[in-house]
């Protein structure tokens, strides 16, 4: 059943593409020495270049060539070995030079394909159209005087890839999927941080509707959209925008238009009215950046792992579909994994780190990458298990003290004395005094009330304060009763 | 092609130049005689032709990489020394409603 | 002999013999400039005292054995090349008070050979004109005027109007100069002194203010065509800092300037006999081309059959990059700024640009602006630069059979300064003969070699390979032999 708005002619299709823009991992600028750090002093990694002093060049940086040509292999897409910066004309004052340098008509990377997966399992394949290099603006401060707006020119300069998808989109879920999957990907190449709160990725997202069996609308650019939240806030708001203008009788016309966070709503941006004449020409400054293949198929060759081919590995390892899913959405997350798994039982690790690790992480509010109990100290705990050292419910009595501790599993069990009892003849003992003490029980049970086997296996394992093995504690229970 | 002069204004507020109307009339006589003028190269035969950008003599010209390294910046007072209107580590603007 | 006749060949000599110190060479400089410039206004900065420091620091280490290449010479630079410390303005109302934090290359490179710098050379704005009359700091005066008419003041062509006024009046040794479409050689004509645009390439452009990037070249003017090889060979060399600079070996250009000609065929283009051109300007290139024949060289007719598209070609392409690379001119960052109370950011920079740009700049922004924009792209700006490939290509194939090419650097000689200032196409046509060479970026030499019936300089062109500013010099050298051009302008230092 695919996703539509029911508006008062009928239902809506949603047409959605997203334009994406990940800030480069490099050290320094795309066409200057200047850094690229984020939360520096106002104006202090702007190199002349990046202000648009008069007589500067660019000078392209070799790194982020690199990193769009790894991005671009990541997204299974076309590299072109040639091609060639235009300048993207505008003015605004965050845009030093008066011109973006972009690339226009022939990007580094072309078509590729990303699959979602959508909550109820099934996926999709989202094309990628494109993917070029481009420069950042700076940045201006409206809320730092009462007339004034203040630039910074940091950002200035710093290497984006614009990401561009085909409008392959239907609902808000499909867009939050596709740019999660966007930043997961880039996260895995290392080629973009995706930190979506210092603004190391955001989005441009194209929405047009339609009525069932059309072809496609007037689309509205949403520009800058800061996070998967808004992404799918924006795709909704802006299409029961475009149906009721629809519905009004009146016509959807192609603009720039900003998401109102606060409101819940677009609005439509003054600041852009040049937006359909910027004037694109070749960049004289540069000529055209050419890539020998052999440098291209190195790249290749020492490309990490991606999420795809990781989760396929871990169902192959015998892990449910979904939580190969779950573990490989960071990196970091499957790393860890994979150092609690390694040669050990992997679904038994898979259930450790999904279930109880996780709820740990959530209920401490801690990250993957900064964990309250370290993979090793994980993995050891579920040797404890595998060696019946542990029965289940006594590792979570470990796991919990791992966490208040930080000890490793062995300290905690040698400490507090938490070793699983497996001698039959203690366990015996044990039964005997239960029955003993509860004989009109037995009575009842040896009568045909059978039900109560589990009171006697539950006063068992109280008296041995949980320490019972407790396949064996049943067994003997069971034996006992039969007298 | 002949220019308007609402082409004339148009061109002129893309590129950020203030004309008053008698400037208009002026820069649509100008531009209209040197675009009559360059009309001729509509005559040239350009079928097939790769256009020629960039300035370089060589064909085959091809760009130059810069090692990533951090040379440059940690510098705003220089930045900022010809700022017309200077406002502490930035530049100031009129204020910008988006 | 007046210190300020020297060549700046003749100067080095002078130098190494210890007959004269760097700043006794430049106090005379200083001296003829505080007299000339009120009038010529070749110079829009006169940096005196700096001058004279680095004449004496430049004294001091050739004391102690340290000689560069131009060591302790007296040049004036171009006010579209950065120099740190020192105002810059490109000629423009819009940059009266920039002063760049940095220099540009090619200016370190003279200063890294010894050079002492004069000061700031005049120039029309933004390098865009062929008269040097739409400078915000004034027109400059050629040194040059007509025998039968010597109250009518005469343009020093443009742009680099202030380098070769500068060089030709005696206030400079040589100057640095750029060329877009014939702003070295035109003025270089025009003031009876040599001038050259090497290949595209060979001059790094990181610090010079750019006119239209595809196009722009830097190079030097002087008297003499070695002394233009001494200028370039320490301005060349490959700049990491610019992606179009040419990673390649800069030869000994004062070496090929002796090579001779024999032997080398000499291309005469047969579009460049224009219908109705001056009958002394085809007399002198016919004397040009019989020069080089006595002095063993073979002319051959070849044909360049795009080249009368060449100016409208350049009149598309210099204004669409001048539109963009001009676009930084906002008064946000450095420069005049112009508001109104109440002005928004929009209001700002119509009114800071409309301020601080002079008409023809403002006009070819306007143009460049026109034909790049949505629905004229493919009209003009795509098709001009499939033209450019012609153009080329037609350089190329004429390569194949000759060694360099010779045609008149201008269509007359220095006008008034009155005159062709309503019609801009008029003055366009100044740059028929040099504009090829920017459009296929090959190297542009100008050399005096005549003087037209009122006594006026006329030059000759020489345009060669790619790269190969060296065949360049050796025809350029024998020309300058052979026209023995040693008339004088009125206006100089010393006289
Ligand atoms: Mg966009
Ligand atoms: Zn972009």
């Known amino acids: 059943m695919s996703y539509t708005i029911e508006g008062r002619t009928g239902p809506w299709e949603l047409v959605i593409g997203l334009e994406i823009h990940a800030q480069v991992i490099s050290e320094a600028k795309l066409f200057s020495g200047a850094a690229t750090e984020f939360g520096a002093e106002p104006n202090s990694q702007v190199s002349f270049i990046d202000a648009g002093f008069p007589g500067m060049l660019p000078v392209i940086n070799a790194e982020c060539v690199a990193q769009a040509v790894r991005t671009g292999l990541g997204l299974n897409a076309q590299v072109n070995l040639w091609s060639r910066f235009d300048r993207k004309n505008y003015f605004y004052a965050d845009l030093p030079q008066g011109f973006q340098i972009s690339q226009f008509a022939h990007p580094i990377i072309g078509e590729g394909a990303v699959e979602i997966t959508l909550a109820d399992g099934v996926t999709k394949t989202i094309g990628i159209t494109r993917l070029h290099l481009e420069q950042d603006a700076g940045k201006s401060l409206h809320d730092q005087h009462a007339t004034k707006s203040f630039i910074d020119l940091n950002r200035s300069g710093v290497a984006l890839m614009e990401i561009v998808s085909e409008p392959d989109m239907r609902s808000p879920e499909e867009a939050g999927a596709y740019l999660t999957k966007i930043r997961q990907i880039l996260r895995y190449l290392g080629t973009c941080d995706g930190n979506m709160d210092e603004g190391s990725m955001r989005a441009d997202v194209n929405v047009s509707v339609r009525k069932a069996g059309e072809g496609f609308r007037t689309r509205c650019e949403v520009k800058n959209v800061n996070s998967i939240r808004f992404v799918m806030q924006a795709v909704e708001a802006e299409a029961r925008r475009q149906i009721e203008v629809w519905e009004a009788g009146d016509e959807v016309f192609q603009e720039t238009r900003l998401f109102d966070t606060a409101r819940g709503i677009t609005r439509s941006m003054r600041s852009k009215e040049d937006a359909h004449d910027y004037r694109y020409f070749p960049e004289p400054d540069l000529p055209p950046l050419v890539l020998e293949s052999d440098w291209v198929e190195a790249l290749k060759a020492a490309l990490p792992e991606l999420p795809d081919v990781r989760r396929a590995r871990y169902v192959a390892m015998g892990l449910s579909p979904y939580d190969a899913h779950v573990l490989t959405l960071e990196k970091e997350t499957a790393v860890f994994f994979e150092t609690v798994a390694k040669g050990r039982d992997a679904k038994l690790a898979a259930n450790w780190v999904t279930g109880d690790f996780f709820a740990a992480l959530n209920r401490l509010k801690r990250d993957v990458a900064d964990p309250p109990v370290t993979a090793e100290n994980l993995g050891a705990l579920l040797d404890l298990i595998s060696d019946k050292t542990l029965s289940g419910s006594l590792a979570k009595q470990v796991f919990e003290a791992m966490l208040e501790t930080g000890k490793a599993p062995g300290e905690i069990v040698e400490e507090r004395g938490l070793k699983q009892v497996t001698d039959t003849g203690a366990i015996e003992a044990v039964v005997a005094q239960v029955m003993a003490a509860n004989a009109d029980k037995v009575a009842e049970y040896r009568s045909g009330k059978e039900k109560l086997f589990g009171f006697f296996v539950g006063q068992t394992m109280k008296a041995m304060q949980g320490k019972g093995n407790p396949a064996l504690v049943n067994e003997v229970v069971k034996t006992a009763l039969a007298g | ?98 | 002999m007046h210190p300020t006749d020297f060549t700046l060949r003749g100067a080095l000599d002078a130098l190494t013999e210890g007959t004269i110190s760097s700043v006794e060479l430049t106090q005379a400089h200083l001296d003829g400039i505080a007299k000339l410039n009120p009038r010529l206004n070749a110079y829009v900065t006169v940096t005196a005292e700096k001058a004279l420091a680095a004449a004496r620091a430049s004294d001091e280490r050739r004391a102690a054995g340290q000689v560069g290449a131009l060591e302790g010479i007296p040049l004036a630079i171009k006010d579209l090349f950065c120099t740190a410390g020192t105002r810059t303005t490109a000629g423009s109302r819009i940059l009266d008070s920039f002063v760049p934090p940095y220099e540009s290359t090619v200016s370190q490179k003279l200063l890294d050979d010894g050079a002492v710098f004069l000061g700031k050379a005049n120039l029309d704005e933004f390098a865009m004109g062929s008269s040097n009359t739409t400078s915000a700091s004034g027109p400059v005066e050629n040194p040059w005027s007509r025998a039968n008419d010597p109250d009518t003041r005469l343009v020093p062509g443009g742009s680099s109007g202030g380098s070769a006024a500068a060089v030709a009046a005696r206030l400079a040794l040589g100057a640095t100069a750029t060329d877009t479409g014939g702003s070295i050689r035109q003025p270089a004509a025009f003031c009876g002194i040599a001038g050259i645009k090497p290949t595209y390439g060979r001059c790094s452009r990181f610090g010079i203010v750019a006119f239209a990037s595809s196009l722009d070249q830097a190079g030097p003017v002087a008297r003499t065509v070695e002394d233009c090889a001494i200028l370039l060979k320490s301005m060349a060399g490959f700049d990491p800092k610019d992606s179009t600079s040419a990673d390649l070996p800069v030869p000994d250009f004062a070496r090929a300037c002796e090579r001779g000609v024999k032997g080398l065929r000499i291309g005469v283009p047969k579009e460049y006999r224009l219908d109705g051109m001056a009958p002394e300007i085809v007399a002198l290139w016919e004397q040009g081309l019989q020069w080089l024949r006595d002095a063993g060289a073979e002319t051959v007719e070849i044909s360049l059959p795009h080249a009368k598209y060449a100016l409208p070609t350049y009149y598309i392409v210099a204004p669409a990059e001048a539109s963009s690379n001009l676009a930084r001119y906002d008064g946000v960052r450095f420069g005049t700024r112009v508001t109104e109370p109440g002005s928004d950011l929009r209001d700002l920079y119509e009114r800071t640009r409309a301020a601080g740009f002079g008409p023809e700049v403002r006009r070819r922004i306007m143009i460049g602006t026109y034909v790049l924009s949505a629905g004229y792209y493919d009209a003009y700006y795509l098709k001009a630069q499939k033209v450019r490939a012609l153009i080329r290509r037609d350089f190329e194939n004429a390569y194949a059979a000759v060694d360099a090419i010779v045609t008149p650097a201008t269509p007359s000689a220095a006008f008034g300064m009155n005159e062709k200032q309503d019609d801009p196409v008029a003055m366009y046509l100044n740059d028929i003969f040099t504009v090829t060479a920017n459009l296929a970026g090959l190297p542009g030499l100008a050399v005096p070699a005549g003087l037209d019936a009122q006594g006026l300089p006329l030059g000759l062109q020489v345009i060669g390979r790619a790269f190969d500013e060296e065949t360049v010099f050796a025809v350029g050298r024998t020309l300058e032999r052979a026209a023995d051009f040693t008339a004088l302008p009125r206006l100089r230092a010393g006289a």
Request: hydrophobic share 40%.
């Open chain 2, 1 to 98: 092609m002949s220019l308007d002069t609402a082409t004339i204004r148009r061109i002129a507020s893309l590129a950020r130049i203030r004309l008053d109307e008698s400037e208009v009339q002026q820069a649509q006589a100008e531009i209209n005689g040197i675009l009559g003028w360059i009309e001729q190269l509509q005559e040239v035969d350009t079928e097939g032709v790769e256009p020629m950008a960039g300035g370089s003599p060589v064909a085959q010209a091809r760009a130059r990489l810069r090692p990533d390294v951090v040379n440059d910046g940690g510098q705003a007072d220089a930045i900022l020394a010809n700022a017309p209107d200077r406002q502490g580590e930035y530049f100031g603007v009129p204020k910008v409603v988006e």
